[in-house]
């Protein structure tokens, strides 16, 4: 039937070309934007994917600039503990130069000694980056933000920390105040002796030849600044005192290991002074935890001199102490006075550094790690916001010339449905 009322054809006609006109909007968009989906409008759920993984992106961007600054940070300290490796290695040729020779002779060695010891130094000071100094006992440790983590529950971040090397001259100094033993880990026993857990102090009124003295440590955490000290009276009263005091991550693995250290050179002293007395008589040994923290761990001294000494005193804990530097032992090097002990030191002092300097490189390396990481991370959250939201742009030229054709079709097939009610008229001629 015809109408003029109502021209289906030209209706038909019209919504084609509307729907060609619709697509043809859409794929000009994406053409000129590069996105097939720029709001939550065209598709809900690959924006709100999108958009969260672009938010963790920026984030990441945050995380990427506090490795950077790690890094650079720890390649200051690194420098400068390796810078300082160097020159006790200039020290410890002078005082192997320095054994044997005149006392005129090492009073020139001595200072060359002393201008080391000073431009050490001045390194600690200066080895600084955006004022923070890992070497200088200004901080115990660092943390820098290292990654974002995105789970069903919300997001964490995470961070690595850094523990300080301290490459000060500064010597210990011991803690004040007594704390009672229920309030610490440690437990003393002596085999064969006296047992006294009544307060900080233990002791054993007499070592006979042979006998053993254990102190053992129950496993718990040791907090900076407490000092334990044991007392010896060998061949005279308390002729042998040792303290260690415990640094920022200090375990009891380092407070035993610490006064074995210590006793040595207070027993190779001791000799010195003492020619008839022979140190190796006095054994020295330490039993440490793969977890301190919750296992025993000791040191036991053992008295093969031949005759009894009058015993140990322990003071399990004092607190407020403050450790002393790891090169504390180089403020008192002085060939002039015992170069064959400046020999021993000096070697003892090194290894401090070398470790020291091994310790940054090592954080170095993993924050360099996880840069590299985060970086990669970076490129394949971007790829996958890029696969979700880019457009196909050789698709989309191909869907533009197709779509304009189809335009064209439409405006004809319109134009002629526009002219079937003219044909109407002719009827009526």
């Not at 969260?52 to 990441?60: C, K, L």
């Not at 690194?78 to 020159?87: D, F, K, N, P, Q």
């Not at 001199?305 to 322990?314: K, R």
Request: aromatic letters at 4%; charged letters at 15%; zero cysteines.
């Amino acid at each position: 039937m015809s109408s003029i009322n109502f021209n289906s054809s030209a209706q038909v006609a019209l919504e084609t070309l509307r729907g060609i006109n619709t697509n043809l909007n859409t794929i000009n968009d994406q053409i000129s934007t590069g996105k097939k989906v720029q709001n939550a409008r065209q598709n809900a759920a690959i924006y709100s994917i999108s958009t969260t993984i672009g938010a963790d992106v920026s984030a990441f961007g945050k995380v990427q600039e506090s490795l950077s600054l790690a890094a650079s940070t720890l390649g200051v300290a690194r420098s400068g503990a390796e810078s300082i490796v160097g020159l006790l290695k200039d020290a410890q040729g002078l005082i192997v130069d320095a054994q044997g020779k005149s006392a005129s002779d090492l009073a020139t060695i001595q200072t060359d000694i002393d201008n080391i010891k000073t431009q050490i130094q001045d390194i600690v000071e200066a080895a600084s980056f955006n004022g923070v100094n890992l070497v200088d006992n200004s901080v115990t440790s660092v943390s820098f933000l290292s990654s974002l983590n995105r789970t069903g529950s919300g997001v964490t971040t995470d961070s690595i920390s850094v523990l300080a090397q301290d490459l000060s001259q500064t010597t210990a100094t011991a803690g004040a105040v007594a704390v009672a033993i229920a309030d610490f880990k440690g437990a003393f026993t002596a085999t064969g002796g006296v047992t006294n857990n009544t307060n900080d102090v233990d002791s054993d009124a007499a070592a006979a030849d042979g006998e053993t003295e254990t102190v053992t440590f129950a496993g718990d955490i040791i907090a900076t600044g407490e000092t334990f000290e044991l007392d010896f009276s060998i061949l005279g009263a308390n002729d042998t005192v040792v303290q260690y005091v415990a640094r920022e991550g200090d375990t009891s693995n380092e407070v035993v290991l610490g006064l074995q250290a210590a006793l040595q050179d207070a027993l190779a002293d001791l000799e010195a002074a003492n020619p008839t007395f022979d140190a190796d008589d006095i054994g020295i040994s330490v039993q440490t935890s793969s977890r301190p923290s919750e296992n025993n761990v000791s040191i036991a001294v053992t008295n093969n001199t031949g005759s009894a000494f009058s015993g140990i005193t322990v003071y399990t804990e004092t607190t407020g102490g403050t450790a002393g530097g790891l090169l504390s032992e180089l403020s008192g090097l002085d060939v002039t006075s015992d170069a064959a002990g400046a020999l021993d030191d000096i070697d003892d002092i090194l290894g401090a550094a070398v470790d020291a300097a091994a310790a940054f490189g090592s954080a170095q390396k993993r924050i360099d790690t996880q840069s590299s990481f985060i970086s990669s991370l970076i490129d394949n959250l971007n790829s996958g916001i890029s696969a979700l939201t880019d457009a196909d742009l050789t698709s989309a030229s191909a869907k533009l010339s197709q779509l304009q054709v189809q335009q064209q079709l439409g405006l004809q097939a319109l134009s002629i449905a526009n002219q079937s009610p003219q044909s109407i008229l002719a009827l009526f001629r």
